[in-house]
């Protein structure tokens, strides 16, 4: 006998295949020797069973014939099979699921007007399959395939501006056609009740050269021999070409907003264009941006103001990275900063040769908004940051690129399919991008 898990099919969405049980009918429900066999079947909760279409005639099963479910996973104690998301099955003793407390990644957060089912994020992760800088429509599958009802998704990198391209296939959101290309993606992670966020980006020196048309942004030292080369000699940014790059910024906040985004994420880690400010060992500016933890911070400041200002500081979030002679000192600022701004969140990466939560524990006393861990994380050591309050959401990025349906499966202990690495960036709309399978495919 197949037996199911604690949902029903989605609203509109026709029974699976083998529904209802093995030895049921929908014509004939339950079957002859009712309630001998128990009413529900295990792992099935009581409310709602059987559904209104199965033969509503039969009123509830006697009382002492109910099962009473698992508090944390919807399933029974013991060895039988089990069916996720109603389709296929695989077997095992599923007493290993059973746990008597809540599990940490899966307690629901309310992060500012946004009701999360669970704390497991969905970080960006460039996939360089955004041909001509334009999405695609195969990211429609990509992104749905990983959302879920009250969960929260943030998109690959999107470049702010024609000048702020990291690689040609690498998605913008800086043109009509782009922002328009974006909307029916949106659309699917909002058909499945996620919250999706816009990541807005500019690299910087790091940029290709060979992208660029007409000039090129750099934080230090000396202007390129020609638009042709690789490794430009670099120049400073002069006030002027910074007030522009501000301005970029604020019209790819406006630009995902209309496309239906819930918010942006600005980048300011990973060594691109603001954290090339933050850091004291790469800028060497000697003018109001360079110097002082409070100059290194001004551009930063600058951006985030003008999106606040643009869009609300309730639908922004920062993605902040540590690289500084002395990080607590710069980000307990920045954090204090970005709380008088009002902004929504802070997206932390910390290097996985690090110390779990150290800088976390720092920034959460001068941040009054949510917090967010990444950086290699796995189930257990997110459940211990969200335990000890270092942070209210962990972001799993290797892990949900080839995992669709990872919060499921840290709900159910299920196994992990494992990346493979050298498709992350491969051109291709299906290999490594959507053909991880989820349980439901993976057993069938």
Known sequence: MSYYNQQQPPVGVPPPQGYPPEGYSKDAYPPPGYPQQGYPPQGYPQQGYPPPQYAPQYGAPPPQQQQQQSSSTGLMQGCCVVELYGCATFGFDISILVNSTPIPLLTPYKMGRFNLSHRVVMPPMTRNR?????PQPHAIEYYAQRATKGGFLISESASASDISQGSPNMPGIWTEDQKEAWKPIVDSVHSKGGIFFCQIW???????????????LWTNAAAPHDGA?????LRQLS???LAHIVDDFRIAARNAIEAGFDGVEINSANSYIIEQFFNDQVN????EYGGSIENRCRFAL????????EIGGDRVGIKLGKKDSNPEALLTYLASQLTKLGVLYLHVFEPRDEPRNNCLQFIRKSFEGTLIASGGYNKN???????????????FGRLFLANPDLPKRFEV??????????????????????????LQLEFA
């Open 130 to 134: 955004s041909y001509n800088n334009t």
């Open 202 to 216: 500019h690299p910087g020196r790091i940029s290709n050269s060979r992208l660029n048309n007409w000039w090129f």
């Open 229 to 233: 080369c690789v490794e430009p000699t």
């Open 239 to 241: 006030t002027c070409e």
């Open 284 to 287: 060497d500016r000697s003018d």
């Open 302 to 309: 600058e951006v985030i103001g003008a999106i606040v200002n």
């Open 381 to 395: 050591e997110g459940d211990v940051a969200i335990s000890e309050n270092c942070a209210d959401l962990v972001s």
């Open 413 to 438: 202990n299920g196994p992990l399919n494992k990346h493979d690495r050298s498709t992350f960036y491969k051109n291709d709309p299906i290999v490594g991008y959507t053909d991880y399978p989820s």
